[in-house]
């Protein structure tokens, strides 16, 4: 019995991710305001209807993505950090890790620059919470790195940073395509290293 269970819960939420990633995609081509629950159930594959067993509507669906991804980065970033104990080794760990996080979700990215206003008041207060964790997590480690410089300042150079990395799904582009996923990591990385060390 517990194995069905687990069956139907890893279906339940492999159905969901396929729903949020659909989302993404869907909102990151037309705007949250563009695409109806219908067209967000027929791109991942289950009826318009169906959409409502994994979410209330087309809201919960927005702040969905962006509250997961928000608290994805500052889960992720708190492992990164503890796995290395050097400020460099940690920062370069962050870099690589925030590049990562970007390259794999480029939709998100596009989605959080556009519709993060369409979101209800909650859930922007909690995606701003989740965000502001998330700066003042890189904050400690350059801290760290860069006892002399002013917390102010490396607020500046963090959020700079993410611009730069962020970017990446808007500007990465070379006659339509993207060039290789390790051209553009190796030079985020030196250019994200750079910045926050100069």
Same mark, same amino acid.
């Given at each position: 019995?517990?194995?069905?269970?687990?069956?139907?819960?890893?279906?339940?939420?492999?159905?969901?991710?396929?729903?949020?990633?659909?989302?993404?995609?869907l909102?990151?081509?037309?705007?949250?305001?563009?695409?109806?629950?219908?067209?967000?159930?027929?791109?991942?594959?289950?009826?318009g209807?169906?959409?409502?067993r994994?979410? =209330?509507?087309? &809201?919960?669906?927005?702040a969905? *993505?962006?509250?997961? $991804?928000?608290? @994805? +980065?500052?889960?992720?970033?708190?492992?990164?950090?503890?796995?290395?104990?050097?400020?460099?080794?940690?920062?370069?760990?962050?870099?690589?890790?925030?590049?990562?996080?970007?390259?794999?979700?480029?939709?998100?990215?596009?989605?959080?620059?556009?519709d993060?206003?369409?979101?209800?008041?909650?859930?922007?207060?909690?995606?701003?919470?989740?965000?502001?964790?998330?700066?003042?997590?890189?904050?400690?480690?350059?801290?760290?790195?860069? =006892?002399?410089? &002013?917390?102010?300042?490396?607020? *500046?150079?963090?959020? $700079?940073?993410? @611009? +730069?990395?962020?970017?990446?799904?808007?500007?990465?582009?070379i006659?339509?395509?993207?060039?290789?996923?390790r051209?553009?990591?190796?030079?985020?990385?030196?250019?994200?290293?750079?910045?926050?060390?100069?």
């Amino acid at each position: 019995m517990t194995e069905t269970l687990t069956e139907r819960g890893r279906a339940k939420a492999d159905r969901r991710a396929a729903l949020l990633a659909a989302a993404a995609r869907l909102f990151a081509e037309r705007g949250y305001p563009g695409v109806t629950l219908e067209e967000l159930g027929q791109a991942a594959g289950v009826s318009g209807p169906a959409v409502y067993r994994h979410f =209330p509507g087309k &809201a919960a669906v927005l702040a969905a *993505i962006l509250v997961d $991804a928000s608290q @994805g +980065l500052l889960d992720g970033g708190h492992r990164t950090v503890e796995e290395v104990a050097a400020p460099d080794e940690a920062l370069r760990a962050l870099i690589r890790f925030h590049v990562d996080f970007a390259l794999a979700n480029a939709d998100v990215i596009r989605v959080q620059d556009r519709d993060l206003d369409s979101l209800g008041d909650a859930d922007a207060h909690d995606v701003r919470r989740l965000q502001r964790s998330y700066v003042e997590l890189w904050v400690g480690v350059l801290a760290r790195l860069r =006892p002399d410089r &002013a917390e102010s300042e490396l607020r *500046i150079r963090a959020h $700079a940073a993410f @611009g +730069l990395i962020n970017s990446t799904p808007h500007s990465a582009r070379i006659h339509g395509r993207r060039p290789a996923d390790r051209v553009v990591r190796s030079i985020l990385e030196d250019m994200a290293w750079s910045s926050l060390t100069s």
